[in-house]
T-cell receptor
Framework: EDKVVQSPLSLVVHEGDTVTLNCSYE??????LLWYKQEKKAPTFLFML????IEKKSGRLSSILDKKELSSILNITATQTGDSAIYLC???????????FGEGTQLTVNP | DTEVTQTPKHLVMGMTNKKSLKCEQH?????MYWYKQKAKKPPELMFV???????INESVPSRFSPECPNSSLLNLHLHALQPEDSALYLC??????????????FGDGTRLSIL
């Protein structure tokens, strides 16, 4: 059975700090790893990482996939209160787009 | 606002009621999904439609009945639900079920409460 583990489960920082969120996975036939940000409603897509795209960056957010270690990190620099959310990591297999989600990391950024 | 639109945003119903959740996307996506999300838990897949045909049913109880009238619409018909079915129901869509390079995009969800 596919498994995705995120750490830490909860994190509280101050504005301006840099944070690193972790995701490790066990998947039979790995295809992609995705990061989503969920505030009160819809998970919002951040990044998709595959064998052909192991590093992505958008503004203050960046993510790296380590296929050897079966893990990924999501970095957020110069955090803002608007970054407060649950960050979900999910993986998909080659057989289709079924996503297996981790439990998420609850990030709180205090002013 | 997301490009996947779900209605209603909130729904309160009794255990004997029949109601439907609706989902619409106009991105030309051919795969659509229903997820259930309990508080402080990740989304759990319920159903997948690919090209308007049911591809996956994750052993969901028959009191949940999905329907895909066309490529842009996805419904979830509810009947005789239980209090433990109270949750956020999320709809998502993607370019294709087997497309390796396109992510799923989620709607804002319907928050369902069963009395």
């Amino acid at each position: 059975e596919d498994k995705v583990v995120q750490s830490p489960l909860s994190l509280v920082v101050h504005e301006g700090d840099t944070v690193t969120l972790n995701c490790s996975y066990e998947v039979t036939n790995f295809r992609s790893l995705l990061w989503y940000k969920q505030e009160k409603k819809a998970p919002t897509f951040l990044f998709m990482l595959t064998s052909s795209g192991i590093e992505k960056k958008s503004g203050r957010l960046s993510s790296i996939l380590d296929k050897k270690e079966l893990s990924s990190i999501l970095n957020i620099t110069a955090t803002q209160t608007g970054d407060s959310a649950i960050y979900l990591c999910a993986v998909s297999e080659t057989s289709g787009s079924r996503l297996t989600f981790g439990e998420g990391t609850q990030l709180t950024v205090n002013p | 606002d997301t490009e996947v639109t779900q209605t209603p945003k909130h729904l309160v119903m009794g255990m004997t009621n029949k109601k439907s959740l609706k989902c619409e996307q106009h991105m030309g996506h051919r795969a659509m999904y229903w997820y259930k999300q309990k508080a402080k838990k990740p989304p759990e897949l319920m159903f997948v439609y690919s090209y308007e045909k049911l591809s996956i049913n994750e052993s969901v109880p028959s009191r949940f009945s999905p329907e895909c009238p066309n490529s842009s619409l996805l419904n979830l018909h509810l009947h005789a639900l239980q209090p433990e079915d109270s949750a956020l129901y999320l709809c998502a869509s993607s370019q294709g079920w087997t497309d390796p390079n396109q992510p799923q995009h989620f709607g804002d969800g319907t928050r369902l409460s069963i009395l």
